[in-house]
């Protein structure tokens, strides 16, 4: 029994076992960060997606946007798939054009309109690998 004692107070293990120890601790631990879902004074959830989606479907809503989109096959139900297969940054881009499409006020208005739409339609047709063929 006094002999293992004695090797287990043994100065040498003692330093070899602080030095592991103390290179253990200095290695990093593993952490992880990222963002929270920001939540309004109700409770509710606020999500940037879920406002922009809800932007885009509004822009989508409108007749001229609908009406070109159904002239080139489009359903609403392919067109929501559609929107829930973008990218957030994508999805944000696309609802930032649209806010100006209910500003049309004037000439510039008009400009910019119909460039969204043009720009959803194209999007909405690059994303069903469709083409259109002027002949």
């Avoid at 809800?54 to 609908?66: D, F, G, Y």
């Avoid at 739409?117 to 259109?132: A, E, Y």
Wanted: charged share 20%; aromatic share 4%; with cysteine.
């Amino acid at each position: 029994m006094d002999r293992t004692r004695v090797w287990i107070l043994d100065s040498r293990i003692c330093w070899m076992v602080l030095m592991a120890f103390t290179l253990l601790s200095l290695a990093p631990s593993q952490s992880h960060a990222g963002l929270m879902e920001s939540r309004l004074s109700t409770g509710e959830a606020y999500s940037q997606r879920a406002a922009d989606l809800e932007t885009v479907r509004q822009a989508l809503q409108q007749e001229v946007v609908a009406q070109r989109l159904a002239d080139y096959g489009f359903s609403s139900a392919e067109i929501s798939e559609r929107l829930a297969s973008l990218s957030d940054e994508q999805l944000h881009q696309i609802a930032g054009l649209a806010d100006n499409l209910g500003e049309g006020a004037g000439a510039l208005g008009a400009v910019i309109a119909v460039l969204v739409i043009i720009l959803l339609v194209v999007l909405i047709l690059k994303l069903t690998d469709k083409q259109i063929i002027v002949r």
